[in-house]
């Protein structure tokens, strides 16, 4: 259920309502737009509205029938912006994530930052703990890694963001990222995604291998209803019949989910395609479909990579596309970041 207040309504009304809709054993969670506040009330017993619409200060009660309440863009009409130091996603921004696909080394890692940061990426990626599907693949650096890319992000002054995979991780995760990433295979990790909704970074839910957009979404209320609303989805392709390529990038998420929720929604066409030459058509179709960000493998040594070297860019084929990039953006009327 969504209230949602008259532009006039002040502090003390607002704060009447919570209390009401609290006492009834809703959780309420507010937007504050420029123009007026919505309160969304999950949980709570069957109550009859008109109770909620005769308080002070309250324009219309709406029922939200969709199981992504918070998630909605009914809930919160305008786009949300994530700003992650100098990053920024959604809105009238396109981010762009770049970097390796697993941290590898000091050195892989300082040269991939030093030229990310020379072309203008503002967050690096790189796993420390790696979802791998055989357990005899390289499973991740741990903390060691994720040492290393926070050491050479600082350097470069760019945010980091890399997977999380379970609870016990969080503190070592706030430790050293700035933006947790939840993979395809955690989407409905169900348990840290509450978890995940208690703390204040953002989080990055890539959509499942296959999830339906209605079951991502409800992912993303998992975390919004928490608490946290710094959530941002990841379109990364999805599992069809086609063998062609790694997964089939589903880019008709992108408008489709734009116009029911107001999260951020990026692309990763690396893990997409899985495969290189197939990472720049599906950047530049991404950032023209309108995505608010990319999330790009990018090696020093693409063939040397310990994982996905196949699907990681060279840094100057990365340097190509980011040009590109900005310009689809600025048609879409958007700003790389
Ligand atoms: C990744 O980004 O490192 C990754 C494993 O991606 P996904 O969870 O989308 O497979
Ligand atoms: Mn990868």
Redesign the pocket.
Known sequence: MLIIMQPQANENSIEKVIKFVEKQGFTAHISKGEIQTVIGCVGGKTIDKRNIELLDGVREVVKITTGYKLASRTFKPLDTVIEVKNAKFGGKYTGIIAGP??IESEKQMEEAAEKLASIGVKTI?G?AF??RTSPYSFQGMGEDGLKIIKKVADKYNLAVIS?IMEISQIPLMLKYCDIL???????QNFNLLKELGLINKPILI??G?SATIEEWLMSAEYVLSGGNSQVML?E??IRTFEPMTRNTLDLSAIPVVKKISHLPVLV?P???TGLRDKVAPMSMAAVAAGCDGL?I?VHPHPECAI??GAQSLTPDDFCKLYGDIVKIADIVEKEVK
């Not at 990433?181 to 989407?187: I, T």
């Open positions: 696909c697993t990626r796993g790696k979802p997977e990433q939840v993979g395809a295979r955690n989407m890539k959509r291998l990841c990364r392709g990763d690396s893990h997409a999330e493998e994982c996905d």
